[in-house]
């Protein structure tokens, strides 16, 4: 009886230490199974991109009015359900230029999916960007960065790149909540290459938008273009 207790508690523990790291590999920035994952992209070239989650909502004109008078083009990851519901918002996205990505249908966590939802869940959104008029390249990004088998392995089946960040200053509550630090922390982060990530399409989210003119301008005094994701990947030193 004691060998069988011994021999379950290793098995615990070596299913304990497999479920850690695969939840440790699911919301990597650097690593995932199969496909591209871009995090930042290597250059010398004093580039970065403007990425935003989620939407388009009644927001959209909003930081669509801050873009267009700082004279930058932004990166929107759309999801396919907000796009149903504010479809000319995401038209609008489109024809002032802006790139669209895909952030799935639902924003449900695509961790320990059926290969059938994945593949719903990016068709339908693509079907979606599609119609609003957009034909560049629709790059993915997980919802909350997570994937692990299956969605990486459709990703690179489809010749498409997993696109997360390496700049969020809202992952910390003492940052998110006051535009000023929002504006230090990506001062403080940033190089070239650099991917940045933010939420503005809800009213909680105010200081996000608050702190956009000011990362603006403050990277570019230190000399930063801003430019879409998919201009961005074509630095990439080989």
């Not at 599609?130 to 560049?136: A, F, I, L, N, S």
């Amino acid at each position: 009886m004691r060998h069988f207790f011994v021999k379950a508690s290793v098995v615990v523990i070596l299913l304990l230490v497999v479920g850690y790291v695969l939840f440790e590999i699911s919301g990597s920035r650097t690593f995932q199974f199969w496909g591209g994952l871009v995090g930042k992209v290597e250059t010398q070239e004093k580039v970065v991109a403007l990425t935003f989650d989620d939407g388009p909502t009644e927001k959209t004109e909003e930081i669509l009015a801050i873009l267009r008078d700082e004279g930058v083009k932004g990166t929107f990851y759309l999801t396919g359900k907000e796009l149903e519901t504010n479809f000319e918002d995401a038209v609008q996205i489109v024809e002032e230029g802006h790139e669209i990505g895909n952030h799935s249908y639902s924003h449900q966590r695509m961790v320990l999916k059926s290969s059938t939802f994945i593949k719903e869940e990016l068709e339908r959104t693509d079907e979606l960007i599609r119609q609003t008029g957009y034909e560049g390249d629709i790059h993915f990004r997980p919802p909350y960065g997570k994937r692990l088998f299956l969605l990486p392995y459709f990703l690179n089946k489809e010749e498409r790149k997993t696109i997360l960040w390496n700049i969020e200053p809202e992952t910390y509550p003492e940052v998110a909540n006051d535009a000023n630090k929002i504006v230090e922390h990506v001062i403080e982060k940033i190089e070239p290459g650099s991917i940045i990530l933010l939420h503005v399409m809800y009213e909680s989210r105010t200081e996000s938008m608050n702190s956009i003119r000011g990362i603006i301008a403050s990277l570019q005094e230190q000399g930063y273009i801003f430019v879409t994701v998919s201009e961005l990947l074509e630095f990439e030193v080989n």
